[in-house]
């Protein structure tokens, strides 16, 4: 009842919107088992904070159970919650039937080597546009700006046309390459620089260092939550990219996983392909789970603040 | 801008201000250059190079295309696509906006209560939306087989039989619908609860001390204060909402009831037709809408939402 009230005061940590705010601790939850109505705290407090939480967990930990599932216990009318005899048959299948091990591995080397790059472009950038003396220096922040809202969807066409003619199809730099300029991280690495105290630099500009040495040894340093946040929402973007990869590979031994999961899916398509598949999501799915659960609050932050782009 | 101000000894400043310092301008080429010349070599030429395909009668990986002038756009309007296309990318948008804002809306309200394990509870709702489209598909698509699928269990529990979501072109776009709010209104929850931690509590408690009951003060107070987030999520929703590809693709592969924008794009250029042309129109009306809602955007309330 009053909760609704009250709770608007306390601040939650990571606040998303306030860039690479760090998380304090939580703040304790002083006496709610003391206030005199228990019953209503818990209508309106846990049961729709615990509905909305199973909602998303169920499908997942639905996913992650039949993957251990044997094929009677996928194709039955009946509800089996655990699996009898749990076992990894249906990852082996995934495996045979799909070079899941190589995918896996592409994915791996196309996102490690995309998000650094993109990272690095996108410290560099931001930097000059901040620190650096240019003219028409807000005319070419604008231009990142709207490339920032130019979806990478309408751009599929003229960008296999041309990674075709150079004939990259099904090759690393053919991934890679033409997503490897960042509008995202640029924008915002330059809104963290722009807030960071110009006497900071001002010191190390008359002792003579050099833009390079300014960046890397004061700007950088100061910098990590931000840095960390856009690198970590670059990774999750690189790793579920799907659309563009899609498109530039037929050869099984150049896909990322979420290209490699079409291609399971077209093999091991009707109800008795159900368990390969969910272990080929399990596969896609829970690196990026494990990722999200131990940094959540810089991947929140940065996406909420970031909005459509990535 | 602010930069201008770094150097005291600085006087021409502005836009044209001719950098005295010549190293400063090599600087800024090499840190910049390699960034901008990328940006503009995979977003901004294929935007040009769409209107011209579009242009073109063009199989793609044929040598030889034929211009037609805007005959794409008259085929396209035309032959029925459109229509089709049209209203269910409004349907799949709007669907998809209204739900995932509305239910969004309403686990913010339940993540903003002092309770414990909200921290948690705030994590676990958002994951969704970090997590693989195509991944995400799959899980559901088992979930929604109208025999085996656990949905199709839950429903026979109670008597019921499990709609044909796979055949049915609208049962199929509801199914797409619902999976996509599942996957996304952990964003919108995320931003409403920064949206109503940032609100004025003075005004929360004045109300409740009027006499105010939960339900006035939230259609009175709550909602009107969260007109600026409202705004933004509308926007920024509707935008995602139109490039939504991977969930599509993956649950109904022969976009059944699923023709949306987007979709179309990729199958009239890439999948069945080979039609370069054609889906070079189709990427470039789409292009227009979603800079016609970027421009809506930015000069209706550049100030109100969260960047700069």
């Known amino acids: 009842m009053s909760t609704t009230a009250t709770a608007a005061t306390t601040g939650t940590p990571g606040t998303p919107g306030t860039g690479a705010a760090p998380a304090g601790p939580a703040t304790p939850d002083r006496g709610w088992f003391s206030r ?3 019953v209503a705290t818990i209508l309106t407090g846990y049961l729709p904070l615990l509905l909305s939480t199973l909602v998303v967990a169920l499908p997942l930990l639905w996913m992650v159970l039949s993957s251990f599932k044997g094929t009677s216990e996928i194709i039955t009318l009946d509800l089996h919650v655990l699996p009898s005899e749990p076992g990894l048959h249906n990852y082996q299948e995934a495996f045979r039937s799909v070079p899941f091990g190589r995918i896996f591995l592409n994915s791996v080397f196309v996102t490690v080597v995309g998000a650094t790059v993109k990272v690095f472009l996108a410290i560099i950038t931001a930097y000059a546009l901040v620190f650096v003396r240019f003219p028409f220096k807000n005319v070419i922040f604008i231009a990142i700006l709207v490339a920032l809202m130019v979806p990478s969807q309408v751009a599929i066409l003229p960008n296999y046309i041309l990674i075709a003619g150079l004939g990259w199809l099904n090759t690393y730099q053919g991934i890679i390459v033409p997503s490897l300029g960042t509008a995202f991280g640029t924008f915002l690495l330059r809104q963290q620089f722009l807030a960071l105290p110009r006497s900071m630099l001002e010191a190390a500009e008359v002792e003579g260092a050099s833009h390079w040495r300014r960046l890397w040894s004061i700007v950088v340093p100061v910098s990590v939550p931000s840095i960390a946040t856009v690198g970590l929402v670059t990774i999750v973007a690189e790793w579920n990219d799907y659309i563009w990869p899609l498109i530039i590979t037929t050869d099984p031994n150049l896909m990322t996983l979420p290209v490699g999961l079409t291609l399971l899916q077209n093999s091991e398509s009707g109800p008795q392909g159900y368990g390969v598949m969910m272990a080929g999501a399990v596969i896609v799915l829970v690196p990026v789970l494990l990722v999200f659960a131990m940094l959540q609050r810089y991947i929140v932050a940065g996406l909420t603040q970031g909005s459509v782009a990535n | 801008m602010a930069d201008v101000a770094q150097a005291p000894k600085q006087r021409r400043r502005g836009w044209f201000a001719i950098p005295r310092n010549r190293k400063d301008a090599v600087w800024f080429v090499a840190l910049a250059l390699p960034n901008l010349v990328l940006i503009g070599l995979f977003t901004y030429r294929p935007l040009i190079m769409n209107i011209r395909f579009s242009l073109l009668n063009w199989t793609l990986g044929s040598a030889t295309a034929i211009e037609i002038g805007l005959d794409n756009y008259v085929r396209w309007f035309t032959s029925g696509d459109a229509g089709i296309v049209l209203t269910t990318t409004a349907i799949f948008a709007v669907a998809t906006v209204g739900g995932s804002m509305a239910l969004g809306l309403l686990v913010a309200l339940a993540l903003n209560q002092k309770v414990r394990g909200r921290t948690i509870a ?10 693989s489209g195509v991944g995400v598909g799959l899980v559901w698509l088992f979930i929604f087989d109208p025999i085996y699928g656990l949905l199709a269990w839950v429903l026979r529990t109670f008597g019921a039989e499990s709609p044909r979501w796979f055949n049915d072109p609208q049962l199929s776009l509801a199914m797409v619908i619902i999976v996509y709010i599942w996957k996304n209104l952990g964003y919108c929850a995320v931003v409403y609860l920064a949206g109503l931690q940032g609100m004025n509590s003075d005004l929360v408690e004045a109300a409740q001390i009027d006499g105010a009951g939960p339900f006035k003060r939230f259609w009175y107070l709550t909602l009107p204060l969260l007109s600026p987030t409202t705004f933004f999520l509308t926007i920024t929703t509707i935008l995602s909402s139109l ?19 987007i979709y179309e794009a990729y199958v009239q250029g890439f999948l069945a037709y080979q039609r370069a042309g054609y889906s070079a129109a189709i990427s470039v009306i789409l292009f227009v809408i979603l800079l016609v809602l970027t421009v809506v955007q930015i000069t209706v309330a550049e100030r109100r939402v969260h960047y700069a």
């Open chain 1, 36 to 38: 005199r109505n228990l």
């Open chain 2, 122 to 131: 705030r994590a676990t709702v958002f994951a969704p939306y970090v997590l």
């Open chain 2, 243 to 261: 490039q939504a590809f991977d969930l599509i693709k993956i649950m109904t592969p022969t976009s059944t009831g699923t023709r949306v924008l």
